[in-house]
Structure formats: structure tokens, C-alpha cells
């Protein structure tokens, strides 16, 4: 049997595919699939919480991502993690943790990136 993270980590890698692919338009539909997983677990946030900040902290995983899905679940401990890596002269992701902390604002400048997003109103 699959555990919860195992399945995380394999949505995330094949999101990395998709992404790492030009042209594919699968990157969203990857995108959904781990969001939708995160929703579908609520008592499993801790964990979750955990593999956001690994993905923040490394560059396996696109911070798209991560984007993607704090645009919706807006926790609060993953913004904190971003603000405290983010550091513009000394962090080279810094531009990419300002687009991942602009995810929690009212108006997201991405929004229109994304099909789910760019269709409803949060």
C-alpha cells in the first residue's frame, strides 16, 4: 500500500516532468492532482506543511507548486518559511519565493497562468 507521502512525492515528480517538458499541457492537470491530494487529507497538514518547505528548500521540485497550491490553502506556515529564505541578495530564488508569497495576496498576478485560477474567484 501507498502511503500519503509516497503518493505526494510521485505527483510532485511527475509535475516536474510536465514542467520540465515544453509544450505539455499536463503541468496543470499534475498541479490539481496534488492540491486536490493536500484537500483530500486534512489531518495529514503537518506532513504536508513539511514537503512544502523541503520543495522550498531545494530545486527538485518546480515552486510553482508550491504556488499553485498555497494560492488555495493559504497556510500560514508555509508563507513564513518563504519569507524567512527570502532574501534578495543573498538567495538566487529569491524572485521565485516573491511570486510563491504574492500567492497569498488579494490579487495574484499569476492567477491568469493557471485555467482553475483564472475562472473563479477566491
Given at each position: 500500500?501507498?502511503?500519503?507521502?509516497?503518493?505526494?512525492?510521485?505527483?510532485?515528480?511527475?509535475?516536474?516532468?510536465?514542467?520540465?517538458?515544453?509544450?505539455?499541457?499536463?503541468?496543470e492537470s499534475r498541479l490539481l492532482d496534488i492540491l486536490n491530494l493536500v484537500k483530500s487529507y486534512p489531518q495529514a497538514r503537518d506532513l504536508f506543511v513539511e514537503k512544502f518547505k523541503?520543495?522550498?528548500?531545494?530545486?527538485?521540485?518546480?515552486?510553482?507548486?508550491?504556488?499553485?497550491?498555497?494560492?488555495?490553502?493559504?497556510?500560514?506556515?508555509?508563507?513564513?518559511?518563504?519569507?524567512?529564505l527570502y532574501q534578495p541578495s543573498i538567495n538566487p530564488r529569491s524572485h521565485a519565493l516573491a511570486g510563491l508569497i504574492s500567492a497569498y495576496e488579494e490579487v495574484?498576478?499569476?492567477?491568469?497562468?493557471?485555467?482553475y485560477y483564472s475562472n473563479r474567484s477566491l
Open positions: 500500500m501507498t502511503s500519503i507521502s509516497d503518493t505526494f512525492d510521485q505527483l510532485c515528480a511527475l509535475a516536474a516532468l510536465s514542467y520540465d517538458e515544453t509544450g505539455d499541457t499536463r503541468f523541503i520543495m522550498l528548500s531545494s530545486r527538485v521540485t518546480p515552486l510553482e507548486v508550491v504556488e499553485f497550491c498555497m494560492r488555495e490553502l493559504q497556510w500560514e506556515e508555509v508563507k513564513c518559511f518563504a519569507l524567512a495574484w498576478p499569476d492567477e491568469d497562468l493557471y485555467r
